[in-house]
């Protein structure tokens, strides 16, 4: 049993680790129970009301350089899962959870993740065959490449493979791969426009909106 003297940080087993300037997670909340498990959080990360639950052994956390992560939850249960954050992602709100043993929920750099999006590795139960008896949807990782955004409501599966540059539109419910430089939206998600990007800026290119005048934008 671990003590770290702060309400928000409870620590249960043998041989955790938990890296972490105090300023950072002030807001945000710890609780593992388990062996051998490793939470790292850069220094310049910011950390909003995000909670961090670890059920089990060999579970690694790592939140990079100067991202920003305003709430929700990273979970990971059962063993041996991993959730990564690339540097200066912004995560709005987001459910990331690591269901079956080592299932990995990977982030890039660059990313925006909005409002109420979740990501899940399995089902959180099983489906069988009825006349094997064999299951039938095992976990399976999350993969997210460098400068993607990730829309409000968004529903990520096992599976899901978001390549770099793409978007992922509005409570999409994704299971599969998404190309580089690609739109997918709808349920269940279609790839519905290609050789696209994205910005987090707002810009009129000139006579786009009558309204603006471009020159003091």
Same mark, same amino acid.
């Given at each position: 049993?671990?003590?770290?003297?702060?309400?928000? %940080?409870?620590?249960?087993?043998?041989?955790?680790?938990?890296?972490?300037?105090?300023?950072?997670?002030?807001?945000?909340?710890?609780?593992? %129970?388990?062996?051998?498990?490793?939470?790292?959080?850069?220094? +310049?990360?910011?950390? !909003?009301?995000? #909670? @961090?639950?670890?059920?089990?052994?060999?579970?690694?956390?790592? &939140?990079?350089?100067?991202?920003?992560?305003?709430?929700?939850?990273?979970?990971?249960?059962?063993?041996?899962?991993?959730?990564? %954050?690339? /540097?200066?992602?912004?995560? &709005?709100?987001?459910?990331?959870?690591?269901?079956?043993?080592?299932?990995? @929920?990977?982030?890039?750099?660059?990313? $925006?993740?909005?409002?109420?999006?979740?990501?899940?590795?399995?089902?959180?139960?099983?489906?069988?065959?009825?006349?094997?008896?064999?299951?039938? *949807?095992?976990?399976?990782?999350?993969? @997210?490449?460098?400068?993607?955004?990730?829309?409000?409501?968004?529903?990520?599966? =096992?599976? +899901?493979?978001? !390549?770099?540059?793409?978007?992922?539109?509005?409570?999409?419910? $994704? #299971?599969?791969?998404?190309?580089?430089?690609?739109? /997918?939206?709808?349920?269940?998600? =279609?790839?519905?426009?290609? *050789?696209?990007?994205?910005?987090?800026?707002?810009?009129?290119?000139?006579?786009?909106?009558?309204?603006?005048?471009?020159?003091?934008?």
């Amino acid at each position: 049993m671990q003590n770290h003297g702060s309400d928000n %940080i409870k620590i249960c087993g043998d041989r955790n680790l938990f890296e972490c300037e105090d300023s950072v997670f002030s807001q945000a909340g710890l609780d593992i %129970i388990g062996n051998d498990n490793i939470v790292k959080i850069h220094p +310049s990360a910011k950390l !909003g009301a995000v #909670n @961090i639950v670890l059920r089990g052994d060999h579970h690694r956390v790592f &939140v990079g350089r100067d991202v920003q992560m305003q709430s929700g939850l990273l979970r990971l249960i059962h063993g041996g899962g991993l959730i990564a %954050i690339g /540097a200066r992602t912004v995560i &709005v709100n987001a459910d990331l959870i690591s269901f079956e043993v080592g299932t990995k @929920i990977v982030i890039g750099e660059d990313c $925006l993740v909005s409002y109420g999006v979740q990501a899940w590795t399995g089902d959180a139960h099983s489906l069988v065959d009825a006349t094997t008896g064999k299951r039938l *949807n095992y976990g399976r990782d999350i993969t @997210i490449a460098n400068n993607v955004w990730i829309g409000y409501q968004a529903l990520l599966l =096992k599976g +899901s493979a978001v !390549g770099r540059g793409s978007v992922v539109g509005a409570r999409a419910v $994704l #299971n599969k791969e998404v190309p580089p430089q690609s739109l /997918a939206a709808g349920n269940p998600a =279609k790839i519905i426009k290609d *050789n696209v990007t994205w910005s987090p800026d707002v810009f009129y290119e000139k006579d786009a909106n009558p309204l603006v005048d471009v020159g003091d934008v």
